[in-house]
């Protein structure tokens, strides 16, 4: 079965830093491209940040608001992605989304079922 | 950054009724580029539509997507009791992806 799982989440005190992972399985981790995406509560979706397959060079992209704070990194020989967080605000509350991306239609295929994280003094 | 904004923001059905939601964007949006996702309470989103008008593995014909450009919409021909829920569009450009604020489609 294709599947993302998501853990890590929680509650932690503005400026400080958590780690999400992201563990794949019934799939080509490594080839595949990475995403997460996040939903404060009672709101819509945004994307956070992309990783694409060391084969296609592994680079990453993110959203404006947690760029220079947030980075995404994988791990292949684990098949585990990875979303270190640091310097967090208040408005980072939100259920964060595991998700593949597919490379020919950038469309999210495949959504964990996400972990919460809480940024609260 | 595209925008995308989805109307209505509620639409109350009837169950066999025909659903119409709309999506415009700010800017131009490649055809390629634009998907539809169903969210119910508590659940992760999942992919509808992509490309504009490409369903999903598994996803029933009641579903069609169709548009271009800016305009693009969400057809739901006969709704079942399982397609009350919130629905979300989504567009990818220039290294970088937005959603619409999202249309829940409830039980009238």
């Known amino acids: 079965e294709v599947q993302v799982v998501e853990s890590g989440g929680g509650l932690v005190k503005p400026g400080g830093s958590l780690r999400l992972s992201c563990a794949a399985s019934?799939?080509?981790?490594?080839?595949?491209?990475m995403s997460w995406v996040r939903q404060a509560q009672g709101r819509g979706l945004e994307w956070v940040g992309r990783?694409?397959?060391?084969?296609?060079?592994?680079?990453?992209d993110y959203a404006a608001p947690v760029k220079g704070r947030f980075t995404i990194s994988r791990d292949d020989s684990k098949n585990t992605l990875y979303l270190h967080m640091n310097s967090l605000k208040t408005e980072d509350t939100a259920v964060y989304y595991c998700?593949?991306?597919?490379?020919?239609?950038?469309?999210?295929?495949?959504w964990g079922q996400g972990t919460m994280v809480t940024v609260s003094s | 950054e595209i925008v995308l904004t989805q109307s209505p923001g509620t639409v109350s059905l009837s169950p066999g009724e025909r659903a119409t939601l709309s999506c415009r964007a700010s800017q131009s949006v490649s055809s390629s580029y634009l998907a539809w996702y169903q969210q119910k309470p508590g659940q992760a989103p999942r992919l509808l539509i992509y490309g504009a008008s490409s369903r999903a593995t598994g996803i029933p014909d009641r579903f069609s997507g169709s548009g271009s450009g800016t305009d693009f919409t969400l057809t739901i021909s006969r709704l079942e009791p399982e397609d009350f829920a919130v629905y979300h569009c989504q567009q990818y450009g220039s290294s970088t992806w937005t959603f619409g604020q999202g249309t829940k489609v409830e039980i009238k």
């Open positions: 990783i694409k397959s060391k084969n296609d060079g592994g680079t990453t």
């Open positions: 019934g799939f080509s981790f490594s080839y595949a491209w």
């Open positions: 998700t593949t991306l597919n490379i020919l239609s950038h469309a999210f295929d495949i």
